[in-house]
């Protein structure tokens, strides 16, 4: 007989509840004509069928597990599944579409659950190697950044400025520094600030986020400064026995707030911009329009992956990048950068038969972060890997995985190895706890 705990019911309804602020927040926003082109169109089929959707996802995941995959599939949940389902029957989306990435996305669920152990691993980097290559690639990056642009303007200090930061061209910075500074930035900082919190070296953290933000006063993009900040809030939590349950709790009051009261002041609706609208609500919105553009349109295939000079192959938006062409097609605003995540990835590569390969992908590097789980401990493994999680709502998986910035990270999954007591301990815990949950 199929049986779910109570603290597994409790997290459906936190689940269900962002869903319904996020509804209200996108239904009420738009209904004022605010944002013209986010239309509402609600289908009711289209409800019930996302719903039924939502809850197979939901309870495809090992949520009694106290692995690092279990928390970054009920991440993704809510980050693309929830604001994807709302798309759906708001704007009477696709339904081929939300399907074959509901249907893969249960696929990788059911994958992960028969694991019955994480992936092995045959070498184990010692973590000199990983503290002597950062620090390299941190001062290089500092270095060159400073002696081409000096010290950095404080315009970034105000959000709102950001966007006349980056128009300005002031920030100097050459093709491949810009790939160290990704790597930096997107791997080196977030995965040393994982290690440095997990071993509570707090003063090492400190500097290792004072770096982060010193780069982002430079190139202004939020998202340097948001990593971060995540990255420190989910490590340190994740140390308590009960995280998962806390922190969706704590997500849920905090969405509902936002979802249901950001028309109350201006914090509250600062904070619906950047943590639904711009985070959930947009990457979910061009993911439909991605798919829609590319069922038409030439697909890219490989393309732009490689150097020319080691793999040329023909791009057909080499003149004006299809991110572009998407926003002129579908908001007559050529001027901006329509960009998406792996989702989009998969339709402007294969169509959706790329959406079984991006998420056949994932759930490998989910594995080998369960490795990591294995070699170190829960905390780190979390902290290391939430923000790839995170980032992949405007982030390509294939592109920067086979010559991107995400290639060393999924290597040091693989690789890296340190002795910590905390993994024994957390797992223990774990088990006490579980076995003591109620369930019918």
Not at 140 to 169: C, H, Q
Not at 239 to 253: K, N, Q, V, Y
Not at 278 to 293: E, K
């Amino acid at each position: 007989m199929f049986k779910v705990s109570k603290n597994t019911l409790k997290l459906y309804i936190f689940f269900v509840f962002i869903k319904i602020a996020i509804e209200y927040v996108y239904y009420t926003y738009n209904i004022n004509g605010t944002s013209p082109e986010y239309v509402v169109d609600v289908n009711a089929f289209k409800y019930l069928y996302g719903m039924c959707w939502l809850t197979v996802l939901f309870f495809g995941i090992r949520h009694d597990k106290r692995l690092p995959s279990t928390f970054i599939m009920q991440f993704f949940l809510v980050m693309q599944v929830i604001p994807l389902t709302v798309i759906y029957a708001f704007q009477n989306e696709n339904t081929l579409y939300y399907t074959v990435v509901c249907m893969a996305l249960f696929m990788a669920e059911m994958v992960l659950a028969m694991c019955k152990r994480c992936t092995p691993y045959f070498f184990r980097m010692k973590i000199n190697w990983w503290i002597i290559g950062s620090i390299a690639m941190i001062i290089a990056l500092v270095v060159y950044i400073y002696i081409n642009n000096g010290l950095p303007t404080l315009m970034a200090l105000n959000f709102d400025n950001v966007y006349k930061l980056r128009e300005s061209g002031i920030y100097k910075i050459g093709k491949y520094t810009a790939y160290l500074q990704d790597i930096v930035t997107k791997v080196v900082i977030p995965v040393s600030l994982a290690g440095a919190v997990s071993q509570r070296k707090y003063i090492c953290a400190g500097i290792l986020y004072f770096i982060e933000a010193a780069i982002y006063l430079y190139t202004g993009s939020k998202g340097i400064l948001f990593a971060g900040l995540l990255v420190i809030f989910v490590t340190m939590w994740s140390r308590r026995p009960r995280f998962t349950d806390e922190i969706w709790t704590c997500a849920t009051l905090g969405l509902g707030l936002v979802g249901f009261g950001w028309k109350i002041n201006w914090i509250l609706y600062k904070m619906y911009d950047l943590f639904i609208r711009r985070s959930m609500i947009v990457p979910a919105i061009n993911s439909y329009r991605y798919y829609d553009f590319f069922k038409e349109n030439p697909r890219l295939g490989l393309a732009g992956i490689f150097p020319n000079w080691l793999l040329p192959i023909n791009n057909p938006y080499a003149r004006v990048p299809y991110a572009y062409v998407i926003s002129k097609v579908y908001y007559n605003k050529p001027e901006m950068n329509s960009n998406n995540g792996f989702l989009g990835e998969a339709s402007a590569r294969f169509g959706l038969g790329g959406i079984f390969l991006e998420f056949f992908i994932f759930i490998m590097i989910l594995m080998l972060v369960d490795s990591l789980q294995e070699k170190t401990s829960y905390t780190f493994a979390v902290g290391a890997s939430i923000y790839f999680v995170y980032s992949l709502a405007d982030a390509h998986l294939i592109d920067q995985l086979l010559c991107g910035y995400w290639m060393p990270l999924v290597l040091f999954f693989g690789l890296y190895g340190i002795k910590n007591k905390e993994r024994k301990n957390n797992q223990s815990t774990w088990k006490d706890l579980t076995m003591e949950s109620d369930s019918y």
